[in-house]
């Protein structure tokens, strides 16, 4: 059983501030299938079309029959450990100034065997479960765990190295004028945050909701505008050091493609709030983040975007929207390259129409604010990369995986 | 009894075998060390470098080069060329394939070389690039390196047959005895049962004196035809037979057997002798777990009483079972690819009687193995090779 | 007029015999703006981006891109910002004569009233009340409604509620007497526009900005220190930005106040 983690101490501020490493990160291309199954919280193995076997690690043959049909497909996560072993003195850096370090190799019911990361609270002989997990090199790596519960399961020293879970962090939720901004602070409060700074843009002007964050215990509301670079700078430097988990509910959603619209004002106020917006937030936030990515328990470990699924394939009704949504997109996968030596995740978590006033006469199905914040709490626990909230969501990532083209023409309506 | 319908090796033999003494760490490169190696020969055996016309050669650490470029480096002119990178089954490889070269009349000296350098950083480094299986899924893992892969497999085939440490660090605790001789071993000092058990763990079950020290170094033979060295008034000795597999039992869901146990019998039956006649025996040491599991597949006990089979043994240059009698990998160091001749140079010392402080009395059969490559999770290549001195 | 009386201004204004008293509040992306509708086009708010801070980007300057709507700050508004201007000659801020941009002031002070009524309204009794006291407003003047509401905080000062803004402003009647009887040059508030925060429900909507544009009058809003100008004998110097067509732009407002 594990024992759960104690709440941070005040930092020694005579003691420098351990530096982030990365564990080893070279992979073969093919082996980022696991990379994807990692980053969407999936367990996929290569499964041979031709004979049916599952095989790992990942190959360009199938070793029974030598067909080159090898696909990523869902598998049953369930193995038995055969046999662990504790890594005291590793010879890379990362995983020396983390030993001992426990490993072992696990038999999975569907074939193969697989050398995989332990939870504490596996046991030789034993049932696991496995998943694949984005360690603090951003790949996927192989983790086993414990079938069913365990007491404070999620406190394992390895596990939080692959997850960013809330508990005991700092967050920094953007825009808590907005619904999802708001449902996202209460949810990460209730996760075990220390503390949510929820920024409000205007503080001038009242905003629905605002009673359920002012004065709440462990929510702090500050003047925020993403938008503006002077807002982002001096709040970073007031509270930058200290922002462990940063969730960008930054939202500015108008209806409209091109044609219908007359000129740019309302593109404009789109781009300076999602895009502009999202590069003051990284510049003033990042570069703090990405060095304090192995500051202790309460490190920096994640940041969030909420963006619309529509960043993936444009819906003309809210055309103009979806590309300011596909600008952040891009970006942030700009970010997520530049936070990675910090060992910061970065995670997109991909909604369609949300049931606030902008979708009105969208037909549902539509997100309920607080299914996205859950999403985030539960994505940051598992440590993933991707999510996709909702069915229109859902719909839509299947959907351009199988046919853009038809995606495409059918948003058409 | 296994019928072996392979072509004998009729008058092949092995000659002038060669140790550049090794160092812990060294600026020099894989190359320099290659070079002293064959500069060495060339003196031991009394010929010229132009005589050379086969080459075979095995190293981690040549960077770009390989055979081909290391010709030019050398000023050697050969028409028969090889780079194994096997790992700890190189020599074995190397043996086999000059044998044939050499009995082919396609070449008429091969030189088997292999050589490595260790830079602060190169083993780390040789870690990290050792595989794409490696890289992909086991690097990633602790970074524990060999230490932590073969500690799972230690920890299953000890709990599978009742091993002990005790059992296991017999094996270290005899080779450290046999070094004591060797004044190149890097190890010098002696080293108890005690201690052995009281080392601080590396990677559960495996503690300090299971792990060998990487180091630089070199080793070399010739390969040639009997009536080669004959002309070379060379001391020779023959081979009788030689196996080599890779990917064995491939099912087995973790190694408890190499791929030995697959070709054992025709390994006794080409050299037409059984196990209990040979007069000292040369396993390869990457761990001790490692040599008690050859202990089984080689054919010395059955599978399980490999711990028994050491504990009724005296496995130092003066006992009944002498073994690895330079010290081997746990003692004198494992010089990367060097490590996988360091057995076999012994064991053609030990039958040419040139051991010296080693030599083990009216040693004439010989056998040395090499194993290697542990690509995932366990070892791949194995093999093993007979040699018989000249009184033969 | 002889040159001397400029030299004589220019000398009193040195010598500290005229003040010059600010009238604008510092043009910040804080200051809070009109707020309409989500639905329709909105005034972007003031946006500053640093170029260069002695840095790698400009090492020995300092500058910045500044982006606004016309009608951000302490503001001025054209003729053409109303539909009732729309047609006039000269509405807009590159084409209004300049001789506009300097005209005395009389100042009525309301901030009694509207400490007590966010809603309060100025009406044609209470501007004949004042000249009672301080006599007829002469034409070509402005007319500054002193609230004091300059000196509330942001959320004060923007006063949004669920119905909408509620600060004071004029009512119609006073609108259309003050530029049709009193012709005055402009009228200027302390608030977020030169109507009241609830003047959508007046009739017409919107009165100061419909009577004031359509007589191809200006509005000055978002001002301040208006409780440090006398009644009447202030002058009021407030030059738009030169914005092609522009219907308004922030603006440095000064007054001139004899210390006399």
Same mark, same amino acid.
């Given at each position: 059983m594990t024992d759960p983690i104690e709440a941070p101490r005040r930092k020694n501020p005579l003691l420098r501030t351990r530096l982030p490493t990365s564990p080893p990160r070279a992979r073969s291309r093919t082996s980022h299938g696991f990379t994807r199954a990692a980053a969407e919280g999936r367990f996929m193995l290569q499964r041979c079309e031709a004979c049916g076997k599952f095989t790992y690690p990942a190959r360009e043959a199938c070793p029974m029959c030598l067909s080159a049909r090898l696909v990523f497909v869902d598998a049953p996560p369930r193995g038995t450990l055969l046999a662990e072993t504790t890594a005291r003195v590793p010879s890379d850096v990362y995983f020396r100034e983390r030993a001992p370090w426990r490993v072992g190799l696990v038999k999975m019911d569907c074939g193969p065997t697989m050398i995989s990361h332990l939870h504490a609270d596996c046991a030789e002989g034993v049932a696991v479960r496995m998943s694949f997990q984005l360690d603090k090199s951003g790949q996927a790596v192989a983790f086993a765990r414990p079938e069913a519960e365990t007491p404070n399961?999620? =406190?394992d020293r390895q596990w939080r190295e692959m997850s960013a879970d809330p508990k005991f962090r700092r967050v920094f939720v953007t825009n808590g004028r907005s619904a999802i901004g708001r449902e996202a602070a209460l949810a990460l409060k209730a996760a075990g945050a220390n503390v949510v700074f929820v920024g409000i843009a205007e503080p001038w002007r009242p905003f629905a909701g605002e009673e359920l964050l002012r004065g709440q215990d462990g929510i702090e509301l500050v003047n925020f505008d993403a938008a503006n670079e002077k807002s982002t700078g001096d709040l970073a430097a007031d509270i930058g050091g200290k922002v462990d988990i940063l969730v960008n509910t930054t939202e500015y959603v108008r209806p409209g493609g091109l044609l219908d619209r007359k000129g740019t004002s309302i593109a404009r106020d789109e781009i300076d709030h999602a895009y502009l917006g999202f590069i003051n937030l990284a510049q003033a936030f990042g570069p703090v983040m990405r060095m304090r990515g192995? =500051?202790?328990? *309460? *490190?920096s470990v994640a940041w969030v975007n909420i963006l619309s699924v529509h960043a993936l394939a444009n819906w003309p009704a809210f055309g103009a929207y979806s590309a300011s949504q596909a600008a952040c997109l891009s970006l942030s996968h700009c970010l997520r390259a530049e936070l990675r030596p910090g060992g910061i995740k970065l995670m997109n978590v991909f909604t369609g129409p949300v049931d606030t006033e902008w979708f009105q006469t969208v037909p549902p199905p539509k997100v309920a604010p607080r299914a996205i914040a859950q999403a985030v709490v539960a994505g940051l626990r598992g440590g993933l990369e991707e999510m996709y909230v909702g069915d229109v969501a859902e719909e839509i990532r299947q959907r351009l995986a199988a046919n853009p083209k038809a995606l495409e023409r059918e948003l058409d309506r | 009894m296994t019928i072996s319908l392979r072509t004998p090796y009729d008058g092949i033999v092995m000659a002038a075998p060669v140790t550049i003494p090794y160092v812990r760490y060294s600026i020099d490169s894989a190359q320099w060390w290659i070079g002293r190696a064959l500069s060495a020969i060339v003196a031991q055996a009394g010929i010229r470098v132009s005589d050379i016309d086969g080459l075979c050669v095995s190293s981690f650490t040549l960077g770009a080069d390989s055979g081909i470029g290391l010709t030019q480096h050398f000023g050697l002119c050969v028409r028969w060329l090889d780079t194994i990178p096997l790992g700890g089954a190189s020599a074995i490889a190397a043996l086999r394939k000059a044998a044939r070269a050499v009995q082919a009349r396609d070449a008429d000296i091969v030189v088997c070389v292999a050589g490595d350098t260790n830079h602060v950083d190169s083993f780390r480094s040789t870690l990290e690039n050792f595989s794409r299986f490696n890289q992909d899924a086991v690097y990633p893992y602790g970074a524990g390196g060999a230490n932590s892969s073969f500690a799972l497999i230690a920890r299953n085939y000890m709990r599978r047959f009742g091993v002990t440490r005790e059992d296991v660090g017999r094996i270290a605790v005899a080779q450290r005895s046999n070094a004591l001789r060797n004044p190149h071993a890097l190890m010098k000092t002696p080293l108890t049962l005690e201690q052995y058990l009281a080392a601080r763990p590396i990677s559960d079950p495996i503690h300090l004196f299971d792990c060998v020290m990487p180091c630089a170094g070199a080793e070399a033979f010739l390969v040639m035809r009997e009536d080669t060295a004959a002309s070379l008034r060379l001391p020779a000795a023959k081979l009788l037979s030689t196996i080599e597999r890779h990917n064995a039992f491939a099912d087995d869901p973790m190694q408890v057997r190499g791929g030995w146990a697959m070709d054992i019998g025709e390994l006794y039956a080409m050299a037409g002798i059984r196990p209990d006649a040979l007069d000292v025996v040369q396993t390869y040491d990457d761990y001790p777990i490692i040599t008690m599991m050859q202990f089984e597949d080689l054919g010395f006990c059955s599978k399980g009483e490999g711990a028994a089979f050491v504990r009724q043994h005296d496995l130092t240059v003066g006992g009944d079972f002498p073994h690895n009698t330079s010290g081997g990998q746990l003692s004198v160091g494992q010089a990367g690819a060097a490590g996988a001749y360091l057995g076999l140079v012994e064991g053609l010392r030990q039958v040419l009687g040139m051991a010296g402080p080693t030599q083990v009395a009216d040693a004439n059969l010989c056998l040395a193995s090499g194993f290697g490559m542990i690509n995932y999770d366990r070892g791949l290549a194995s093999g093993a090779a007979i040699l018989a001195g000249p009184s033969r | 007029m002889h040159s001397k009386t400029l030299l004589d201004l220019a000398g009193a204004i040195a010598s500290g015999a005229v003040r010059v008293i600010d009238l604008s509040f510092t043009l910040s992306p804080d200051f809070p703006v009109i707020v309409l509708p989500p639905e329709f086009g909105q005034a972007a708010p003031v946006r500053i981006q640093e170029i260069s801070r002695y840095d790698a980007r400009g090492p020995a300057w300092y500058w910045n891109n500044v982006t606004f709507g016309e009608?951000?700050?302490?503001h001025f508004d054209a003729p053409i910002h109303w539909f009732t201007g729309k047609d006039l000659a000269n509405n807009a801020v590159d084409t209004m004569p300049a001789k506009d941009m300097i005209a005395p002031a009389c100042v009525i002070d309301c901030s009694a009233q509207a400490a007590q009524d966010p809603d309060f309204v100025l009406t044609v009794p209470i501007v004949e009340a004042w000249e009672a006291r301080h006599g007829r407003i002469p034409s070509r003047h402005w007319v500054l409604l002193r609230?004091?509401?300059? @000196? @509330?905080?942001w959320r004060d000062y923007s006063n949004l509620r669920d119905d909408g803004a509620h600060t004071p402003g004029p009512n119609a009647a006073v609108m259309k007497w003050l530029v049709e009887e009193r012709g005055i040059i402009g009228f200027g508030t302390e608030t977020i526009g030169t109507d009241a925060g609830q003047a959508g429900h007046f009739e017409p909507p919107y009165p100061a900005h419909h009577f004031l544009h359509g007589a191809g009058r200006y509005g000055l809003q978002c001002l301040c220190n208006l409780d440090q100008l006398p009644p009447i004998g202030a002058i009021v110097v407030a030059s738009p930005l030169k914005?092609?067509?522009?219907?308004g732009s922030p603006l440095r407002v000064i007054a001139l106040v004899s210390s006399a």
């Amino acid at each position: 059983m594990t024992d759960p983690i104690e709440a941070p101490r005040r930092k020694n501020p005579l003691l420098r501030t351990r530096l982030p490493t990365s564990p080893p990160r070279a992979r073969s291309r093919t082996s980022h299938g696991f990379t994807r199954a990692a980053a969407e919280g999936r367990f996929m193995l290569q499964r041979c079309e031709a004979c049916g076997k599952f095989t790992y690690p990942a190959r360009e043959a199938c070793p029974m029959c030598l067909s080159a049909r090898l696909v990523f497909v869902d598998a049953p996560p369930r193995g038995t450990l055969l046999a662990e072993t504790t890594a005291r003195v590793p010879s890379d850096v990362y995983f020396r100034e983390r030993a001992p370090w426990r490993v072992g190799l696990v038999k999975m019911d569907c074939g193969p065997t697989m050398i995989s990361h332990l939870h504490a609270d596996c046991a030789e002989g034993v049932a696991v479960r496995m998943s694949f997990q984005l360690d603090k090199s951003g790949q996927a790596v192989a983790f086993a765990r414990p079938e069913a519960e365990t007491p404070n399961m999620a =406190d394992d020293r390895q596990w939080r190295e692959m997850s960013a879970d809330p508990k005991f962090r700092r967050v920094f939720v953007t825009n808590g004028r907005s619904a999802i901004g708001r449902e996202a602070a209460l949810a990460l409060k209730a996760a075990g945050a220390n503390v949510v700074f929820v920024g409000i843009a205007e503080p001038w002007r009242p905003f629905a909701g605002e009673e359920l964050l002012r004065g709440q215990d462990g929510i702090e509301l500050v003047n925020f505008d993403a938008a503006n670079e002077k807002s982002t700078g001096d709040l970073a430097a007031d509270i930058g050091g200290k922002v462990d988990i940063l969730v960008n509910t930054t939202e500015y959603v108008r209806p409209g493609g091109l044609l219908d619209r007359k000129g740019t004002s309302i593109a404009r106020d789109e781009i300076d709030h999602a895009y502009l917006g999202f590069i003051n937030l990284a510049q003033a936030f990042g570069p703090v983040m990405r060095m304090r990515g192995a =500051d202790g328990i *309460n *490190n920096s470990v994640a940041w969030v975007n909420i963006l619309s699924v529509h960043a993936l394939a444009n819906w003309p009704a809210f055309g103009a929207y979806s590309a300011s949504q596909a600008a952040c997109l891009s970006l942030s996968h700009c970010l997520r390259a530049e936070l990675r030596p910090g060992g910061i995740k970065l995670m997109n978590v991909f909604t369609g129409p949300v049931d606030t006033e902008w979708f009105q006469t969208v037909p549902p199905p539509k997100v309920a604010p607080r299914a996205i914040a859950q999403a985030v709490v539960a994505g940051l626990r598992g440590g993933l990369e991707e999510m996709y909230v909702g069915d229109v969501a859902e719909e839509i990532r299947q959907r351009l995986a199988a046919n853009p083209k038809a995606l495409e023409r059918e948003l058409d309506r | 009894m296994t019928i072996s319908l392979r072509t004998p090796y009729d008058g092949i033999v092995m000659a002038a075998p060669v140790t550049i003494p090794y160092v812990r760490y060294s600026i020099d490169s894989a190359q320099w060390w290659i070079g002293r190696a064959l500069s060495a020969i060339v003196a031991q055996a009394g010929i010229r470098v132009s005589d050379i016309d086969g080459l075979c050669v095995s190293s981690f650490t040549l960077g770009a080069d390989s055979g081909i470029g290391l010709t030019q480096h050398f000023g050697l002119c050969v028409r028969w060329l090889d780079t194994i990178p096997l790992g700890g089954a190189s020599a074995i490889a190397a043996l086999r394939k000059a044998a044939r070269a050499v009995q082919a009349r396609d070449a008429d000296i091969v030189v088997c070389v292999a050589g490595d350098t260790n830079h602060v950083d190169s083993f780390r480094s040789t870690l990290e690039n050792f595989s794409r299986f490696n890289q992909d899924a086991v690097y990633p893992y602790g970074a524990g390196g060999a230490n932590s892969s073969f500690a799972l497999i230690a920890r299953n085939y000890m709990r599978r047959f009742g091993v002990t440490r005790e059992d296991v660090g017999r094996i270290a605790v005899a080779q450290r005895s046999n070094a004591l001789r060797n004044p190149h071993a890097l190890m010098k000092t002696p080293l108890t049962l005690e201690q052995y058990l009281a080392a601080r763990p590396i990677s559960d079950p495996i503690h300090l004196f299971d792990c060998v020290m990487p180091c630089a170094g070199a080793e070399a033979f010739l390969v040639m035809r009997e009536d080669t060295a004959a002309s070379l008034r060379l001391p020779a000795a023959k081979l009788l037979s030689t196996i080599e597999r890779h990917n064995a039992f491939a099912d087995d869901p973790m190694q408890v057997r190499g791929g030995w146990a697959m070709d054992i019998g025709e390994l006794y039956a080409m050299a037409g002798i059984r196990p209990d006649a040979l007069d000292v025996v040369q396993t390869y040491d990457d761990y001790p777990i490692i040599t008690m599991m050859q202990f089984e597949d080689l054919g010395f006990c059955s599978k399980g009483e490999g711990a028994a089979f050491v504990r009724q043994h005296d496995l130092t240059v003066g006992g009944d079972f002498p073994h690895n009698t330079s010290g081997g990998q746990l003692s004198v160091g494992q010089a990367g690819a060097a490590g996988a001749y360091l057995g076999l140079v012994e064991g053609l010392r030990q039958v040419l009687g040139m051991a010296g402080p080693t030599q083990v009395a009216d040693a004439n059969l010989c056998l040395a193995s090499g194993f290697g490559m542990i690509n995932y999770d366990r070892g791949l290549a194995s093999g093993a090779a007979i040699l018989a001195g000249p009184s033969r | 007029m002889h040159s001397k009386t400029l030299l004589d201004l220019a000398g009193a204004i040195a010598s500290g015999a005229v003040r010059v008293i600010d009238l604008s509040f510092t043009l910040s992306p804080d200051f809070p703006v009109i707020v309409l509708p989500p639905e329709f086009g909105q005034a972007a708010p003031v946006r500053i981006q640093e170029i260069s801070r002695y840095d790698a980007r400009g090492p020995a300057w300092y500058w910045n891109n500044v982006t606004f709507g016309e009608h951000t700050g302490t503001h001025f508004d054209a003729p053409i910002h109303w539909f009732t201007g729309k047609d006039l000659a000269n509405n807009a801020v590159d084409t209004m004569p300049a001789k506009d941009m300097i005209a005395p002031a009389c100042v009525i002070d309301c901030s009694a009233q509207a400490a007590q009524d966010p809603d309060f309204v100025l009406t044609v009794p209470i501007v004949e009340a004042w000249e009672a006291r301080h006599g007829r407003i002469p034409s070509r003047h402005w007319v500054l409604l002193r609230t004091d509401w300059s @000196k @509330k905080g942001w959320r004060d000062y923007s006063n949004l509620r669920d119905d909408g803004a509620h600060t004071p402003g004029p009512n119609a009647a006073v609108m259309k007497w003050l530029v049709e009887e009193r012709g005055i040059i402009g009228f200027g508030t302390e608030t977020i526009g030169t109507d009241a925060g609830q003047a959508g429900h007046f009739e017409p909507p919107y009165p100061a900005h419909h009577f004031l544009h359509g007589a191809g009058r200006y509005g000055l809003q978002c001002l301040c220190n208006l409780d440090q100008l006398p009644p009447i004998g202030a002058i009021v110097v407030a030059s738009p930005l030169k914005i092609q067509n522009g219907s308004g732009s922030p603006l440095r407002v000064i007054a001139l106040v004899s210390s006399a």
